[in-house]
């Protein structure tokens, strides 16, 4: 029933240098979650991902969408069309 | 997790729970199925020789020494399928986070729904054997019992275990 949520949660992780059992234990989660999470396969609940927004500082939907994101990339440098 | 802090208890099997030192065991579904698999065998086992136990004539203390020493396996393949839900079963709810707390409803609901198929088919032979041999259900009414209720209460470890999901790949350093 539930539509699937994308996410960018893997990327700014990353970026921001924050383990995945780091990031569980500040808002409250398991750390296989945050891994289900960016695989895809849990969508989280408004509340989590509410805390997950805060914890990186960012709107909530720079790191979830109904929409696939774009790569990066394109979205600060564009896409050159051939 | 929920508000509701952590006890020293919850912690401590928190930590037991999500001990990986049995990894190797439950790392793959197969692992898993085959864990499940020796469990239910074993539990069939040990049910099957407290019943032979318990309808005997005369005290088959072997049967007593098999099961004792069967108990040690059961064990742990118990732990095993435990370590391998992270303590979906084992844990206080308190423990768990919203997507365990939704797993393990998930979980009691479909272990619920094949309860009920079961005991519906043990009805139907019970009745049949009693149509067909008199007495017969009597005698097995104390052991037929106790299965029921280790199956009730074995039957959500199962299903947990069966769809249990592969660990999320490793953290690689500190980012990933």
Known sequence: MSEQVHN?????????????????????????TIGYIERGQYNP??????????????????????????????EIYGRKTS | MTTTPLTRYDRGMLRLMNDRRGRPLYATAARRRLVVAAH????????GLMAHAHLAEGEPVWALVVTVVLLLPWAVATGAINAATRGLLELRER????????????????????????????????????AAGGDAPTAYAAPVLIAVLAVHWLMPLWVAGLTAQDEPAEDDGPAA
Do not use: N
């Open chain 1, 8 to 32: 960018r949660l893997a990327v700014v992780r990353a970026e921001r240098k924050v383990s995945r059992q780091g990031l569980a234990e500040a808002v409250g989660a398991h750390y296989q």
């Open chain 1, 45 to 74: 609940s408004l509340d989590l991902a509410l805390k997950i927004a805060r914890f990186f500082e960012l709107p909530v939907e720079a790191l979830f969408s109904l929409e696939p994101f774009r790569p990066l990339t394109d």
């Open chain 2, 40 to 47: 239910l065998l074993l539990t069939a086992a040990i049910g």
């Open chain 2, 95 to 130: 423990a768990l986070d919203e997507r365990q707390s939704a797993e393990r409803a998930r979980v009691q609901a479909r272990a619920h729904r094949a309860m009920t198929l079961l005991l519906a088919a043990g009805a139907v032979v019970l009745l049949a054997v009693g």
